[in-house]
């Protein structure tokens, strides 16, 4: 047995209350019921990654992420570390649809590794800068809520404002986005509907704003996930360049989005598929010159950090959506980026992802 041996590997459940409702087009959820997994390896270290599904945006469950680790639990255990883009190929074979079961394991995988050697992760993906400046999101709800949140936002420091859209109300919409832009009218925006809409409403809409002198800085995923020519419809018009999330589920997915000229920009997202489909999925879009951006579901710091590391040592993601760990009233760990503003700094961490529980 080498130190880098995995001895064992453990999962519980991480259920943390939100502030607030956290609402999509889909759906919202009051509590994160995520997944906490650690690997501790031969040696003694210990690496930790967090599964956050979201009913809400891909079916999958608490109880389907955890049935998925446990299936491939006593497989990995005796597995070497150092192996981890085989394991993760392992795991795409035993457990492809649990996402985020997939993304915790190779988390706490990649946490584990780098731990030994002393290197922070995003050093480890490529070392391109260790800061970003994230957005922070409006979720769905009325006008008068969407007005407080933008104040809200911009007492914060943070300029970028992302907008859950697709509430089946076009006015509603409207009325909306015309009160987050008086708050902020230098703010850009960032209009995501989480494939609650049909193409024909949704350029409806944008055209409406432009009237107005509402121009968003991107609009994301209007249409269902399967509506592909709904998504090159939408990435023909020139209003403002269209992000694919729910399409880019996997890197096929984003190799057809290229194909097909669906979209302009690819949000990645580590929970989708893991964090090796999601280094695939950025080569692509590197390869065929689409525009990057890092998101995720509801998730903690732990989580939030590793998609940070990602998206700081790869380089070249222009727009940065992890403002999650705002939505949660306890933060289970000690640890990750400081956020000052909408700055996120990694470059004080000396190794894995620089979180931990605040109980181990």
Known sequence: MTPTTIRALSVERLDIPLFAPFGISGGAQEVARNLLVTVELADGTRGYGEAAPFPAFNGETQATALAAIELVRHQLEGADVREWRPIAALLRERIAAAGSARCAIETALLDALTKRVAMPLYVFF???GSTLATDMTITTGTVEEAATAAHDILRRGIRTIKVKIGSADLA??????????????DSPLILDGNGGMNAGSALELFEALLARQIRPALIEQPVPGDDWEGMARLARWDGAPLAADESASSSANVLRLVAERATQVVN???MKAGVVEALDSAAICRAARLGLMIGGMVESMLAMSMSAHVAAGLGGFTFVDLDTPMFLAENPFIGGFRQTGDRLDLDHIGAGHGVRPRVE
């Open 126 to 128: 490529g070392g391109a």
């Open 172 to 185: 509603l919409d409207l009325q909306r986005l015309e009160a987050i832009h008086a708050v902020a009218p």
């Open 268 to 270: 990645i997202k580590l």
